[in-house]
């Protein structure tokens, strides 16, 4: 992966993930707690996620191309780390997502499901859905600081030393 249009790949593709994953996650919550959104949304909720799921690597491989292109700081370091990481995290969401389709077809089936199979979808719902919004913010706010923090930096010099 290479440029587009004069822009790194990455920088394009990072942004379907940090929209998509973080709204994948909080459908999927919905949908684990509230039957009607679990039966419009169910099959929604597994385009997204998969989707989500082929985005990942696409994005990280992306991410290494430009990594070495860049100077290499910490920053940049801990950035690539915790983005090798997302799919993990985009796994999951597909994870939750085949849980919401089973919950969706035991309903659809059967008049009653067992609560436990509810109690279990609502909880790995909340628990990958948190975790992947709070990893999607981590890896976004690594990359913000491997970015602008030079040109952050060169501002607060300048303005210091303008007065």
Request: glycine share 4%; aromatic share 8%; hydrophobic share 55%.
């Amino acid at each position: 992966m290479s440029t587009f249009n004069g822009l790194p790949v990455h920088i394009l593709l990072v942004h379907f993930i940090v929209v998509l994953a973080p709204l994948t996650a909080i459908l999927a919550i919905g949908a684990s707690i509230f039957q009607p959104v679990r039966s419009r949304l169910v099959w929604l909720i597994a385009a997204l996620a998969v989707i989500t799921l082929i985005l990942t690597p696409l994005t990280t491989e992306a991410g290494e191309w430009l990594e070495e292109r860049v100077p290499e700081t910490a920053a940049v370091e801990i950035h690539a780390e915790l983005g090798d990481s997302m799919t993990f995290f985009s796994l999951g969401l597909v994870v939750v997502a085949a849980a919401l389709v089973f919950l969706h077809f035991r309903e659809r089936r059967e008049s009653t499901v067992p609560r436990w199979q509810s109690l279990v979808v609502v909880l790995l719902a909340v628990v990958i859905g948190a975790a992947t919004m709070v990893q999607v913010y981590r890896i976004g706010d690594t990359g913000a600081t491997a970015s602008w923090s030079d040109f952050a930096d060169s501002q607060v010099v300048q303005e210091d030393s303008e007065e």
